[in-house]
């Protein structure tokens, strides 16, 4: 394990002294606090309205209308954010030619690929904390905040997320070019979102396969506040996949060098 926090690090610091990084962090902060700002406003704005019903003002809670709506909105920001942010894991090391001389070391690929997996999670933590962030500050402005739903929230919207780191790193392992390695990678998790748009407009067996499928169905249960083994299970499963798929694309090059 010590290897893969030395990676780690290393990728990490790489991040801190990148301008796109910081690009990233600026632009997600601003969406997201903007996403915040509006189910407030919006918030408001019934309560103002049920004023002169106090059975509905009763009803206003931000755990059942601020949380999974903002959650799903982050949820659609991830699909932008995550391509700029695993786009140069290995992308950037075979373009300057550092790849090579990162496999030479007594390391195994698969320290290699965990290493640089916990750099991204960690900067998706930076990312994703805001929102807490956000949760105290609902609260300090009267909304009434109930924790335990919010914080299995923020557990589902950080495995979606690391789901995304998954795929992300799998497809920049696949070129030296970072441009490329985001746009395929955006391509793979859009595909991952319409499979749950075409299980609205299918029947039967096919719908329930497609809703499976669309990992964005996986973390709903959690911004509702339902703790859910077989989402767990189904994200554990697929990142296992992508990580061996990104183990599969190290050997391959091996044996072509």
């Known amino acids: 394990m010590r290897n893969v926090f030395i990676i780690a690090a290393r990728d990490f610091k ?15 902060y601003l969406l997201s606090g903007y996403l915040f700002y ?16 106090p059975q509905m003002y009763a009803q206003l809670n931000f755990s059942a209308i601020f949380i999974p709506s903002l959650y799903m909105d982050i949820a659609g ?7 700029m942010i695993t786009m140069r894991s290995f992308s950037e090391e075979k373009k300057n030619g550092t790849y090579e001389l990162l496999v030479s070391y007594p390391i195994t690929d698969w320290e290699i690929v965990a290493g640089k997996f916990l750099s991204v999670f960690y900067f998706l933590l ?4 805001v929102i807490l962030f956000q949760g105290i500050m609902a609260r300090l402005i009267g909304g009434q905040i109930e924790w335990g739903p919010m914080l299995l929230g923020f557990l589902g919207l950080n495995l979606l997320g690391v789901s995304f780191l998954a795929v992300g790193l799998f497809a920049s392992s696949l070129t030296e070019n970072q441009v490329v390695a985001a746009f395929l ?55 296992g996949f992508f990580f061996f798929a990104t183990l599969r694309v190290m050997e391959l090059r091996r044996w072509q060098r």
Request: hydrophobic share 60%.
């Open 126 to 129: 930076c990312l994703t904390s």
């Open 185 to 239: 990678s955006f391509g793979l998790l859009l595909l991952f979102w319409v499979l749950g748009w075409m299980s609205e407009m299918t029947m039967g067996w096919g719908a329930a396969f497609l809703k499976h499928a669309s990992i964005f169905s996986h973390s709903e249960n959690f911004y509702k506040g339902i703790f859910s083994t077989q989402d767990i299970l189904f994200f554990v499963l697929f990142v």
């Open 14 to 28: 790489m991040y801190r002294t990148s301008m796109v990084m910081y690009l990233v962090c600026f632009i997600f």
């Open 77 to 83: 920001l991830f699909l932008i954010m995550v391509p």
């Open 38 to 53: 509006a189910k407030i406003a919006s918030i408001s704005m019934a309560s103002m309205n049920a004023l002169s019903q």
